[in-house]
Nanobody
Framework: VQLQASGGGLVQAGGSLRLSCAAS????????MGWFRQAPGKEREFVAA????????NYANSVKGRFTISRDNAQNTVYLQMNSLKPEDTAVYYC???????????????WGQGTQVTVSS
């Protein structure tokens, strides 16, 4: 699976952004999809995941209630709607695909390039 993330940018605290990740190469609906992020000097961390059908989601506690993951299997795309952004959300965001199929925080096989999200205070 090839993954292409987009939608990052610079936003003020309290603002919103929507990230997109377009997939190609294999049957998109066979894979659970996830978003991860990595801030400078920190390890990569799990943000959100969605099952292959879209019926189940999973979020890191730090983003619950602010971020929403969704997918469109007809368009081979997964989204991350980010609201009420905080400076601590600043990071490079990566999308990933897991053959496990469920909304997992681990076990990802394919990774896209990152997209930078910067939240100013």
């Amino acid at each position: 699976v090839q993954l292409q993330a987009s939608g990052g940018g610079l936003v003020q605290a309290g603002g919103s952004l929507r990230l997109s990740c377009a997939a190609s190469g294999r049957t998109f609906s066979n894979y659970a999809m996830g978003w991860f992020r990595q801030a400078p000097g920190k390890e990569r961390e799990f943000v959100a995941a969605i099952s292959r059908s879209g019926g189940s989601t999973n979020y890191a506690n730090s983003v619950k209630g602010r971020f929403t993951i969704s997918r469109d299997n007809a368009q081979n795309t997964v989204y991350l709607q980010m609201n009420s952004l905080k400076p601590e959300d600043t990071a490079v965001y990566y999308c990933a695909a897991s053959g496990l199929g469920y909304a997992t925080s681990k076990g990802y096989d394919y990774w896209g390039q990152g997209t930078q999200v910067t939240v100013s205070s």
